[in-house]
């Protein structure tokens, strides 16, 4: 569902997709938050959620997705820290969080993700 207007927030519900391996919703003009219930998406391999409003920081919970290899933020308005648990993203090989507003550190536990590049 990328690249069309899209608008209005991302449904708590979208953790009831317990299949789902790819979310693609780039380049809309989603707002609110990344909801904490993406944590159930077990399944997730890719998600694409850059150019869009969000806003609020990165969830925690992200930490429970071990299937994501992409993981792609950048161009929309979240702020804080990066989360330390991005550590137990064992999957991960492609990310990029620019173009935030992203404040603090870069987590240590960045350098536990052998698999990025």
């Known amino acids: 569902m990328h690249s069309n207007s899209l608008a209005g927030t991302i449904p708590t519900e979208i953790g009831d997709l317990s299949s789902l391996t790819k979310l693609d919703l780039e380049s809309n003009s989603l707002a609110g938050t990344i909801p904490t219930e993406i944590a159930h998406l077990s399944n997730l391999k890719s998600m694409y959620l850059y150019q869009n409003k969000l806003s609020g920081t990165i969830p925690s919970e992200i930490g429970n997705l071990s299937s994501l290899s992409t993981m792609y933020l950048y161009l929309n308005n979240l702020a804080g820290t990066i989360p330390t648990v991005i550590g137990d993203l064992s999957s991960l090989q492609y990310t990029s969080l620019g ?18 590049t």
Do not use: Q
Not at 99 to 116: A, F
């Open 99 to 116: 173009s935030n507003n992203l404040t603090g550190t870069i987590p240590t536990e960045i350098g536990d993700l052998s698999s990025l």
